[in-house]
């Protein structure tokens, strides 16, 4: 055969001419055999110098350019952070016609749900006048939609936490000679609820929501909605003037609720729970037929809230039913916009009472929200960031607060709404605000006439799709067997249902917290042993005992993660057992099962950083095995644990001889380590 040069042809494909080349096989550096290229991959593949070694030249892929045009100077620097810091001024700049009428498409219909949910959340859930529930759509939504960063989520009050706030003040009111205006203390909670959100994201605690187990937020969202389902029920119902009699007040626990339903459901007002049915039957038929045709854009912009409302207040007004006992919501006294003001604060004994609702309050309502963002960024293919999102909900409950408003996060439900409808920026939601200021201003004597079973019922069929996803977790629960989820899940139920709100909230966060701390406190290691038949293979043992053995008078531990204060108090421990027993799954209680330890390896490769607590700790182990004359090696230790290791005294301790690149090196020194002291060692 000829030269490569004498083979290489000219080939008319795509208008290029290939170059036809064959490599020496033995070296496994150069490019394969009989690879084609054309005359345009002939320089960037290095042809030229077929000598060189394929990893710089075999790829046909360029180096990437970065692109470096960062700010240069303080003004450009002022205007790049501006547009992070304050979205608006990103996206309203380049907003376009197009988009404009998707977003007012959306943000109208996003209204025609939030205005009468404000309604019914501040009168039926907080005991305010309805009015507040216009403030908490209108301020919160204009703030976020500066200073948010999704484009699709729906930020208005929400009815997990406005019960929050109503059962708070039915506590304090409760108690013997204490009273607190309920206005203040809603609008002071809402401002520490913004406060503490605020900082949260200032200390970049966006992670948080990720602490939050998902079984224990179901258990505590679910035990919610039966409770708010049950508070909702005596109103349907028309008892709400018998459960006076019968002391069932705000305070009042959900058995007692449930007992008086049952023995007192015969007196229901026949017209208001008529009412109460056909609306409550109809947003729920409309939720489903909108579920099933889903296919149909327009038929998802059905207002059916809106529909119910005007509806049943023309039918109360033509038929007269406010004279036949079916409660109105009646006059709502239009004071415009009020003056920005902080509400007067409550008796000192009561300020922690307001500040671990408003805490948790804001735990909740960020955790939820923030998964909201997240959704739907992923969807629309924008990057959102979780500590941004918790300044934006800050500043907005904070907004909120000072204008008479109640909570405001953002809404699973109302969000798929706006997302369905067509909104593509926070234009949707800027729209959805200013239409609850046009209310304020124009429509509230529209709503004499509304009937208060059917705000009851709007919040009701709320709550049934709360409920309506527990069945769906149970499902996931029991198919994977998760019972300590299971487990989780009813316990923050039963104890949010049984005992109160606070304490089911208080539960399911700190709950979350002691997990957390548990899962964090022990460090993730793994016992390696070798594998069967081989000298120079390591594998962790519990990846398949049958083929990897354990070692005789050694003990080789990989460290799986980073070491800091948290992780390392229980290392001590966890290296004892597995001395032991090799296996952290055997009791301690059994009898050990391995002999006496010689020689100690730790892996330290996935080890990227450590901080002093844990060099200590690692210092205390080395030197408790050193007194038990058992010999310490590290392998792969990376640099920046290096660093503490040698300031420590750390790395004079172990050795510097003793630090090894590979397990089998460390295996290696060991075995001339046992002949030199006359033990036998076995060949493989």
Avoid at 546 to 569: C, Q
Avoid at 584 to 598: F, N, T, W
Avoid at 603 to 615: E, F, L, R, T, Y
Wanted: proline share 5%.
């Amino acid at each position: 055969m000829g030269s490569p040069k004498e083979r290489s042809q000219a080939n008319s494909y795509s208008g290029h001419s290939t170059i036809h080349l064959e490599v020496d096989s033995d070296n496994d550096d150069l490019l394969p055999p009989d690879i084609i290229v054309n005359e345009s991959q002939h320089l960037l593949l290095g042809l030229d110098n077929p000598g060189m070694p394929r990893y710089m030249t075999a790829s046909p892929l360029p180096s990437a350019r970065i692109n470096d045009s960062g700010p240069k100077d303080a003004w450009s620097t002022f205007k790049v952070r501006s547009k992070y810091y304050l979205p608006i001024l990103q996206w309203l700049p380049l907003y376009s016609t197009q988009l404009f009428w998707g977003d007012l498409i959306a943000g109208i219909t996003l209204s025609c749900l939030l205005i009468p949910q404000g309604l019914s959340y501040a009168t039926a859930l907080c005991k305010l006048e309805a009015i507040h529930g216009l403030y908490s759509i209108a301020f919160p939504a204009i703030t976020y939609a500066i200073f948010g960063m999704s484009r699709q989520m729906s930020v208005g009050p929400e009815a997990t936490l406005s019960l929050l706030v109503g059962s708070s003040i039915a506590q304090i009111n409760t108690e013997d000679g204490d009273h607190v205006d309920p206005l203040a203390w809603a609008c002071l909670m809402t401002i520490f609820v913004g406060i503490f959100t605020f900082l949260l994201g200032i200390f970049r605690l966006g992670f948080l929501d990720s602490l939050m187990s998902r079984a224990l937020l179901r258990g505590f969202i679910s035990g919610v909605g039966l409770v708010v389902a049950l508070q909702q029920g005596i109103i349907l119902l028309g008892l709400s003037k018998l459960s006076e009699e019968h002391n069932i007040t705000e305070a009042s626990s959900s058995i007692a609720r449930l007992l008086f339903l049952i023995k007192n459901i015969q007196y229901s007002h026949v017209l208001t729970a008529s009412v109460s049915a056909v609306s409550v039957s109809f947003l729920v038929f409309a939720r489903v037929t909108k579920s099933k045709l889903a296919r149909f854009k327009w038929f998802q912009l059905l207002p059916e809230v809106l529909l119910v409302v005007i509806v049943s207040s023309l039918l109360t007004y033509f038929f007269d039913w406010e004279h036949k006992g079916l409660a109105i919501l009646g006059n709502i006294d239009s004071k415009g916009i009020p003056l920005p003001s902080v509400p007067t604060f409550p008796q000192s004994k009561h300020m922690k009472d307001m500040l671990i609702t408003a805490a948790m309050i804001s735990v909740i309502g960020f955790v939820e929200s923030v998964v909201i963002a997240k959704t739907y960024s992923s969807k629309h293919n924008y990057s959102v960031s979780a500590n941004r999102e918790l300044v934006a909900l800050g500043v907005a409950n904070i907004v909120s607060g000072l204008f008479q408003g109640i909570p405001a996060f953002g809404s699973v439900a109302r969000s798929k709404i706006n997302d369905k409808a067509g909104a593509r920026t926070q234009m949707a939601c800027l729209i959805a605000g200013v239409v609850a200021l046009l209310a304020i201003f124009f429509l509230l004597p529209c709503f004499y006439y509304l009937p208060k079973a059917v705000l009851s019922g709007i919040i009701f069929v709320a709550v049934l799709s709360l409920l309506g996803e527990l069945p769906e977790d149970l499902h996931f629960i029991f198919r994977i067997g998760a019972w300590r989820d299971l487990g989780l899940l009813s316990v923050t139920f039963f104890a949010t249902v049984m005992v109160s709100l606070e304490f089911g909230t208080l539960l399911a966060v700190t709950l979350s917290l002691l997990l957390t701390i548990k899962e964090t406190s022990y460090p993730r290691i793994s016992i390696m042993g070798r594998v069967k038949g081989t000298n120079n293979k390591f594998r962790p043992i519990q990846d398949d005992p049958n083929v990897v053995e354990h070692l005789e008078d050694v003990l080789i531990v990989r460290i799986d993660e980073p070491l800091f204060f948290a992780n390392t108090g229980q290392l001590k421990d966890r290296l004892r057992r597995l001395e032991q027993f090799g296996d952290m799954s055997i009791h301690p209680s059994e009898d050990p099962r391995l002999g006496k330890l010689s020689y100690m390896i730790f892996d330290v490769d996935n080890m990227p950083k450590i901080d002093a607590s844990a060099v200590q700790i690692l210092y205390e182990i080395v030197e408790a095995y050193h007194a038990r004359q058992v010999k310490v090696f590290f392998v792969r230790l990376r640099e920046n644990p290096m660093k503490l290791f040698r300031k420590s005294g750390l790395l004079y301790l172990v050795g510097e001889e003793n630090l090894f690149r590979k397990v089998p090196d460390a295996i290696e020194t060991i075995e001339r380590d046992m002949v030199n002291n006359g033990i036998y060692v076995q060949q493989q």
